[in-house]
């Protein structure tokens, strides 16, 4: 799969509302989404000694992350991913699974025969590694395309920590635990060759890049 930049900010609510505007005026809301957005609920996975945790925030350049994402808690449309990150470039490899295999990809004591295809190749690399459940991130997104290029602009707000029960993807109203101050959003730009100038001067206007991935901050909540 192609790489692409990923640039994330820390913005406070009234840059969000003002940003929000622009995006609005000058992009398309992404197709799969409404006007309030999106419900992201994603399961992350990491080993016995926390390896993926402690090498985002060593900074170690190249890392990879596994996780189970849904969208508005729709069990009939889940995605396993693999998402590796250089720098700011990242590529993800993406395979969607049922729900009923959902209980296999989160015991490792389970069959993994009844897998076939992709599936089978990346839940056999995640058992390899001694990946099991660590934590549930969900948040609410906005997000809006450029007409013409790959690049998105995403909000998160609301982001909160869970208990990594597989069965929570799919209960949007279960309580979570803050992992973040209320008036804090974090912005996503991610494009391909080239950003659009327009986006950029959207991107320009945020002084505090984050280094910190959402799965660490979900952790650090969750601990």
Known sequence: MATRHEEKFIIDYKEYLLLRARAEAAMEIDPHAGEDGYLITSLYYDDRYDSALDEKLDGVRVHTKYRVRTYNSDPSFIRLERKVKRGIMTEKHTVRVTEEELPILCDPGRDLAVLSGRNAV???EMRAKGLTPAVIVRYRRDAFVYPGTDTRLTFDTNVEALHPDFSLLFEGDHPGIPAMPRDQVIMEVKYGEYLP????KI????SKQLSVSKYAICREAWR
């Open 122 to 124: 990346m839940a056999l």
């Open 197 to 200: 100038q327009f986006v950029r």
């Open 203 to 206: 991107s320009n206007c945020c």
